[in-house]
T-cell receptor
């Protein structure tokens, strides 16, 4: 049974729309992460958070934004979706260096 | 800074054959190392992890990996491949300064009947 949940699993949306990808975890982890994964498989860290009200940009520049108002919730928002945002987005959480737990991902298609 | 290199973006084996997926790491301190598996349209699932205890680590689904400091390697093996093992596999090292995982570029395993 998954302890980290991402919704929606699949999303097809038109250019210019605002979208929010949801990520919630029930493990009480302070650290949470968002990765973007393109069809070539490689994972790119785009945002991370080490606790409530703490967010940082990752290694790959992204037009998305995140917030961390509650420990269990780490949503990602795109104010104006573009076809270049088409990708899979993976959320993860961790308990200090012993590995991440990943959600099932959201596959986003912008048409 | 820590890093991992996965040799071979694609590996193909026959069902029943040995699976060997290669991972080499670079780290100035004893690393924590991980292998993850990703099935189609899924997130990543932890297969196994090395955290400075036994050098031979057993994971789920019959996989294991051996930490070899002299070779800076953490290769993933399975004695006999199943069709269900077809997936993408990622090696990762933990960055002690940031607690972030640094992932390799992944290896796609294909299993033929």
């Amino acid at each position: 049974e998954a302890d980290i949940y991402q919704t929606p699993r699949y999303l097809v949306i038109g250019t210019g729309k605002k979208i929010t990808l949801e990520c919630s975890q029930t493990m009480g982890h302070d650290k949470m992460y968002w990765y973007q994964q393109d069809p070539g498989m490689e994972l790119h860290l785009i945002h991370y958070s080490y606790g409530v009200n703490s967010t940082e940009k990752g290694d790959l520049s992204s037009e998305s934004t995140v917030s961390r108002i509650r420990t269990e919730h780490f949503p990602l928002t795109l104010e104006s979706a573009r076809p270049s945002h088409t990708s899979q987005y993976l959320c993860a959480s961790s308990d200090d260096g012993y590995g991440y737990t990943f959600g099932s991902g959201t596959r986003l298609t912008v048409v | 800074a820590q890093s991992v290199t996965q040799l071979g973006s694609h590996v193909s084996v026959s069902e029943g054959a040995l699976v060997l997926l290669r991972c080499n790491y670079s780290s100035s301190v004893p690393p924590y190392l991980f292998w993850y598996v990703q099935y189609p349209n899924q997130g990543l699932q932890l297969l196994l992890k090395y955290t400075s205890a036994a050098t031979l680590v057993k994971g789920i689904n019959g996989f294991e990996a051996e930490f070899k400091k002299s070779e800076t390697s953490f290769h993933l093996t399975k004695p006999s491949a199943h069709m269900s093992d077809a997936a993408e596999y990622f090696c990762a090292v933990s960055d002690f300064n940031t607690d972030k995982l640094i992932f390799g570029t992944g290896t796609r395993l294909q299993v033929f009947p």
